[in-house]
């Protein structure tokens, strides 16, 4: 019985590449600096799975941007806008490759970046690869190969980890039209084979294919483009052994077709379906392996041993341990560094949790167990295990009767606003009196070196909170003044006392538990540190309001009140297990409705609940979505529909394709809603030439995931895109996503030019 790992987190057990990356980006480091942080974090990645004894390491998780993106280099798929960096001979391929996911704007050259989007149903932003008709492949990059030496000389059996072919292409999109990117399979492979040719000669044994849409719901095209793909590789590779890794969901309906296909090993997220098991067992094939995913790799509590070793018993008992390999349920990619930096949290708390670190320590130990081993550390280990998941099964400081008898009294009546959008639209244009393509920004403002520092020095004590407040009033005073300068209709306070939209509100609700380094990657170099839900949540007082009501205080603009959903708050925490997530969800809706009934009653007239994961947190299978949808819509409008007519409800969604969804979008009933579009050039608003959306929306006109600058005029082409499918009263004005990550000249400067892109668009109006 063999363990491996899937990936393992890339960024650094105190985001070290993170900061190289961005030290490299703004020009105060060399590139040999960045390749020297990279190369560190591999071999301590390797080295700590090595010394716990894991047999099969991975290499090729490592990534300095993205995982999908590198894939991309190493294939070709480069867009035809980023050739002539391709041919600049002072620029490197990995000024070429971040270009690609950033943008580039310098030297006479300005490039878009490419499209950003969520891997399924996780936090991570993976690059989408641009395909088109006449797409070309070719090996262009020795990373893989590279890494995989790099790794035998450390003394590791590595396992290159590459993202299967049919996966690629479905990550993928066509931009133009004319194909299906399926059909490019066969253009791809020999690209595939060149790279296994390469590693084989160099002595790799093993590969990892990452498959994961294997368990997702899949047409005839795409099953046959599977068997097409692994036969021709398995023809020309007989000796090396695959293993074909699959997470996220069962595989279901695809099972039939797995099992068939000519890989050596097969991977199962046994944590999100561990009922696949059975009919797995019942029709294996004699010449295939089976790798167990029974650690989870998506969450942060410690793994139920008793529940593991059942589950690896079933599977022995079937068809031997010889043939099974113990592993996470998909890559550690999506949990923190090591529990042991976490000095801080409560200690019974912790005793249920276990990070990337901890994780690799359980699969060790289950292995032992399951062998029969019986030595006396690790039957303590065992016996601790086990009072550590009846405790928590048991604990005071998870259940609170109030909150629970506040979502048992919940009615239909409590998540509907009192009248229609028609007649609310009336009232709210009598009272805020705002103008066509009337503009904004998604709410946070950049968060410089100083605001940091300055909340740093209040947690250590360096700063008196009297102090603190007095130079985070200054900072919001000066950008309700430049917002009033430069000409916006509606206000942002700037957020500058908060840290991350999720963590600032989970740090004031109960039920909630924050982490010093439990830092997970969420793109590039944007790292989050999700919030820990144990327990029941509530409120135990306002969270926001101060901050509005000051800020509104300092202008006759309207000023939004700016709050996290319910639903975003639940996809971007870890969540406890012990319940159905619809509960934690509605527990968390409730608080927020508390929220807005007093941001409402101090005269904030304008409310924005931000929604950027309700997309994210959709079932992969389609089966799933009805149930989901339901209680996902449901709990926005229990937080939003406690309301009067006047007062406007916004809510904000990121990098969702929401053409499958409209009508729960639609259900949401917000007043307005603003929506990432400006990297698909708009084509996110296609739905809406067949689908009359109701209400107002607001579709970014700018990037802000790129330090890019766009000019006024091309906002203004974007607008008009908009323009042909929304009608121009529906229409708002505004940037792709917040701006807390972007530098000060950056976001003026775009700002500016939003705003007059918005004038034009109105003199444009006026003309017509």
């Not at 589950?311 to 349920?329: C, E, T, V």
Request: aromatic share 8%; with cysteine.
């Amino acid at each position: 019985m063999q363990t491996h790992i899937l990936g393992y987190p890339r960024i650094g057990s105190n985001r070290e590449l993170k900061k190289a990356c961005e030290q490299y980006w703004s020009g105060k480091s060399e590139l040999q600096d960045l390749l020297q942080v990279g190369k560190k974090s591999r071999h301590e990645n390797w080295k700590l799975q090595k010394d716990e004894g894991i047999d099969l390491i991975p290499c090729n998780d490592f990534s300095y941007y993205d995982q999908v993106l590198d894939m991309s280099l190493t294939v070709g798929a480069i867009p035809e806008r980023y050739r002539e960096i391709e041919s600049r001979s002072d620029l490197t391929n990995l000024d070429l490759y971040f270009a690609m996911a950033r943008g580039y704007q310098k030297d006479g050259l300005d490039i878009t970046a490419m499209e950003m989007t969520k891997w399924f149903d996780t936090n991570y932003h993976y690059i989408v690869p641009e395909f088109s008709k006449n797409q070309h492949f070719k090996l262009n990059s020795n990373k893989i190969l590279n890494e995989f030496k790099e790794a035998k000389e450390t003394g590791v059996q590595p396992k290159p980890v590459i993202i299967g072919l049919v996966t690629y292409l479905l990550l993928g999109k066509e931009k133009e039209g004319g194909f299906d990117k399926i059909d490019l399979a066969e253009k791809l492979l020999p690209v595939y084979q060149e790279l296994l040719t390469q590693l084989q000669e160099e002595g790799a044994q093993w590969i990892q294919f990452d498959e994961p849409f294997l368990a997702l719901d899949l047409d005839e095209k795409a099953r046959d483009a599977y068997s097409f793909v692994y036969n021709e590789l398995r023809k020309k590779f007989p000796k090396l052994r695959f293993v074909l890794s699959t997470y996220f969901e069962g595989l279901n309906d695809n099972l039939a077709l797995a099992l068939k296909l000519p890989v050596d090993v097969l991977h199962l997220d046994l944590v999100r379906c561990p009922s696949q098991l059975d009919r797995v067992l019942e029709e294996i094939p004699a010449s295939l392996n089976l790798s167990l995913g029974i650690v989870d790799g998506r969450n942060i509590w410690k793994n139920d041993f008793e529940n593991s070793l059942h589950l690896i018993q079933k599977a022995q008992d079937k068809i031997g341990s010889d043939r099974l390999l113990l592993a996470p349920s998909c890559s550690l990619l999506h949990v923190p560094y090591d529990l042991d930096l976490e000095t801080e949290i409560n200690p019974e708390i912790k005793n249920w949790m276990a990070f990337a670190r901890q994780k690799v320590r359980e699969l060790k130990t289950l292995r032992a167990l399951a062998t029969g081993s019986t030595e006396a550390p690790l039957l303590k280990e065992f016996k601790e295990n086990l009072e550590a998941v009846k405790s928590r099964k048991t604990s005071e400081v998870i259940h609170n009767k109030k909150v629970k008898d506040a979502v048992s009294q919940i009615s239909e009546k409590d998540s509907q606003r009192s009248n229609s959008f028609s007649i609310r639209k009336i009232e709210q244009q009598r009272v805020l009196d705002l103008p066509l393509f009337a503009t904004t920004t998604i709410g946070s403002f950049p968060q410089t070196k100083e605001v940091r520092s300055w909340r740093a020095q209040l947690k250590k004590g360096k700063l008196s909170a009297e102090e603190y407040d007095s130079l985070l009033k200054k900072e919001t005073q000066n950008a309700i003044k430049w917002q009033e300068e430069i000409g916006l209709d509606v206000l942002v306070h700037g957020e500058y006392e908060r840290n991350d939209m999720v963590e600032y509100f989970g740090e004031q609700l109960d039920g909630f538990l924050f982490t010093k380094k439990a830092w997970v990657q969420s793109y590039g170099s944007r790292c989050v540190k999700p919030p820990i839900i144990y327990g029941d949540v509530s409120r135990p007082e306002a969270m926001t309001v101060y901050w509005s009501q000051y800020a509104q205080s300092l202008t006759d603009k309207w000023v939004k009140g700016m709050l996290t959903g319910p639903v975003t708050i639940l996809q971007w925490s870890f969540v406890r297990d012990d319940q159905p997530r619809s509960a934690t969800c509605k527990q968390i809706a409730l608080a927020i409705r508390e929220e807005v009934k007093d941001l409402e009653q101090a005269g904030i007239q304008i409310i924005q609940i931000d929604e950027p994961a309700i997309r994210e947190g959709l079932p992969l299978r389609i089966s799933g979505w009805k149930e989901y949808l339901n209680w996902a819509v449901t709990c926005f409008k229990l937080a939003s529909a406690g309301v009067k007519d006047s007062t406007q409800i916004h809510t904000h969604m990121c990098y969702s394709e929401f053409n499958d969804i409209m009508e729960s979008i639609a259900n949401m009933d917000a007043d307005v809603i603003t929506i990432e579009c400006s990297r698909s050039q708009m084509e996110l608003l296609e739905i809406f030439s067949d689908f009359e959306y109701p209400n107002e929306i607001g579709p970014g006109v700018y990037d802000i995931h790129s330090p890019r600058v766009p000019a006024a005029e091309e906002m203004l082409t974007l607008l008009k895109k908009a323009e042909k499918v929304i009608p121009a009263e529906q229409l708002w004005v505004n940037p792709d996503c917040g701006l807390k990550t972007r530098k000060w000249e950056e976001t003026e400067a775009a700002l500016k030019a939003m705003v007059n892109a918005a004038k034009m668009a109105r003199t444009a109006l006026v003309e017509n």
